[in-house]
């Protein structure tokens, strides 16, 4: 099972974004704060595909040996997907509540 390594308990206040740079969610632009909340929501969109997936490939193993990888194959994948909301979630909070403060809503 996966063990976040963040404190959850803390606000997050700011984004590390692609080449590594961390910038305040405050001062992000309202583009890069629209688009990266679009883009958060697409990751965990796809992560939620690929656990459907493993579950409806589990479900079509024939034999013992056969069911049992796939089984674990989609419990992996949906621990997975439990530690990407897990650790999403209060970032999205944190931007959707920019956003909400500028007036604007997510694209």
Not at 45 to 74: K, P, Q, W
């Amino acid at each position: 099972m996966f063990e976040p390594r963040y404190d959850l308990a803390v606000p997050v206040t700011h984004w590390t974004t692609r080449d590594g740079t961390r910038v305040a969610i405050a001062h992000m632009t309202d583009v890069h704060l629209q688009n990266t909340i679009g883009w958060i929501e697409r990751q965990l969109e796809e992560l939620n595909e690929e656990e459907i997936s493993a579950y409806g490939f589990a479900s079509s193993c024939r034999g013992d040996m056969a069911s049992y990888y796939a089984g674990h194959a989609a419990e992996e994948s949906s621990d997975r997907a439990i530690a990407a909301h897990s650790l999403a979630q209060p970032t999205l909070e944190a931007m959707r509540a920019e956003l909400k403060r500028r007036g604007l809503a997510a694209t």
